[in-house]
């Protein structure tokens, strides 16, 4: 049984920093490409960042990069989102996702299996 397990969301202060983690089980971890998305009360969930099975290759909302990135280490099965200069414009529930493929994909339907997610709120 696949399961992805987000933590590290929480309150910080505007401007302030956060790691989310996102620890896989169930799953071939190494080849998966993972992503994390976001979604804000009242809006779509959108993509944030995303990953390649090997680590090599990432890719970024404009509104975040520069400011967040990914990362995995295949051998503790685990993706992470270093998020910093957090806006209140970042406040969300961050998702992980895993997808079958090599590379990296921004399209939400791309990808096969879900975190339950975890909230992140900024505080102006």
């Known amino acids: 049984q696949v399961q992805l397990v987000e933590s590290g969301g929480g309150l910080v202060q505007a401007g302030g920093s956060l790691r989310l983690s996102c620890a896989a089980s169930g799953v071939t971890f190494s080849r998966y490409s993972m992503g994390w998305f976001r979604q804000a009360p009242e809006k779509e969930r959108v993509f944030v960042a995303g990953i390649s099975w090997s680590g090599r290759t990432s890719a970024y909302a404009d509104s975040v990069a520069g400011r967040f990135t990914i990362s995995r280490d295949n051998a503790k099965t685990t993706v992470y989102l270093q998020m910093n200069s957090l806006t209140p414009e970042d406040a969300a529930v961050y998702y992980c996702?895993?997808?079958?493929?090599?590379?990296?994909?921004?399209?939400?339907?791309?990808?096969?299996?879900w975190g339950q997610g975890t909230q992140v709120a900024v505080d102006s």
């Open positions: 996702a895993a997808n079958q493929v090599a590379g990296v994909s921004r399209r939400e339907d791309a990808y096969s299996y």
